[in-house]
């Protein structure tokens, strides 16, 4: 009996960008091959984001470049998500505060909406999305318009970081934090790892059987599992072993890929093998507070037993010594 694949039968497939599919300016190893293979079974292909401060044709473009064909309706940015919020408590035509760049204000726009200039202008809500140019006055002209404290706020997302060409740098989360701090209350979430943007998605793709696969556990899978969609994560992006082991419950994955030829490839099963656990022929277990590999096996497959290890014992990973060639098996992948 042939073993069941990771997107067993969705008729969607949706993916995260930075990290799944491409890594800054470059494409991902195997993922245009990948997701034409998907295609190639009947699946739809969308992609969701948390980025605003790009619009989706600009996201589509650059898919496109990278041997991804895509088109704008492809794509599902959080600031379409945080629009549909506004639309849900707002009437047509009323007045938003935008803070944030192009790919937030366009969908604002074109949502019906009137961009208001300045907290002076009595906006009805603030948006507000991460952009490279936005600065302290932006962030003050967030903070005077939501001193009304019945005046609506909506954040295209709260990561608190985001991958650029040069390295990590600070995501949209701190800038939320930076006017949470003046006016003493949230907002609320479009973005993952909340649920509007994957709702977004499944209403625009017609998806009944979605599947997601994401580089984050805090975002991505965090935020799949509170959609109550399977999920895998993609050890191509930001978080690898250790941050796996470290996972609470509602962050876990349903699978752990190397790459997104994982999809297709049958995923396998794992088994109890007395005191320990075993994925392929790779086998680990939990003695004590010592965290011990078995047998090797293929390294994904051993990522795939030692978390599984981890999980059901009941231990938290703090308080296990994990093994540093355990933590290091990222760069073993093929």
């Not at 993952?192 to 994401?214: C, D, M, N």
């Not at 959609?227 to 993609?234: F, K, N, R, Y």
């Not at 941050?243 to 609470?248: G, K, S, T, V, Y």
């Not at 051993?302 to 599984?308: F, K, M, Y």
């Amino acid at each position: 009996m042939a073993r069941s694949t990771p997107l067993g039968d969705a008729d969607t497939l949706l993916l995260d960008l930075d990290g799944v599919v491409y890594r800054g300016s470059g494409a991902v190893a195997h993922a245009a091959a990948s997701l034409e293979a998907v295609r190639a079974r009947g699946v739809r292909v969308g992609y969701i984001t948390n980025n605003a401060s790009r619009t989706a044709a600009t996201v589509a473009e650059q898919l496109t470049s990278l041997g991804m064909a895509a088109e704008a309706d492809d794509v599902v940015t959080s600031p379409q998500a945080a629009v549909r919020l506004l639309a849900d408590r707002l009437p047509a035509g009323a007045r938003v505060l935008v803070i944030g760049g192009i790919g937030l204000r366009s969908v604002v726009e074109e949502a019906g909406f009137v961009v208001a200039a300045s907290a002076d202008d009595a906006p009805d809500a603030v948006v507000q999305g991460f952009a490279p140019e936005l600065g302290w006055k932006d962030l003050a002209e967030a903070s005077f318009a939501l001193a009304d404290p019945d005046r609506l706020w909506v954040a295209t997302n709260t990561d608190w970081t985001i991958p650029v060409d040069r390295g990590i740098a600070p995501g949209n989360g701190t800038l939320v934090s930076a006017v949470h701090a003046a006016v003493g209350r949230l907002p609320i979430v479009a973005g993952k790892p909340e649920t509007p943007l994957f709702e977004t998605a499944v209403e625009r793709f017609g998806a009944r059987r979605a599947f997601f696969v994401g580089d984050r556990l805090d975002t991505d899978v965090k935020g799949a599992n509170a959609a109550g969609m399977p999920s895998a994560l993609v050890l191509t992006g930001i978080d690898g072993p250790k941050e796996l082991l470290a996972a609470p419950p509602d962050s876990r994955p349903g699978f752990v890929l190397a790459d997104l030829r994982g999809l297709l490839e049958p995923y396998p099963e794992v088994k109890r093998r007395g005191d320990g656990v075993q994925v392929g022929k790779a086998i680990a277990r939990i003695r004590g507070v010592e965290l011990e590999v078995v047998r090797e096996g293929e390294p994904i497959d051993l990522i795939r037993a030692v978390a599984a290890a981890v999980w059901s014992s009941g231990v938290g990973v703090y308080a296990l010594r994990i093994p540093e060639a355990v933590l290091r098996l990222r760069a073993s992948l093929r």
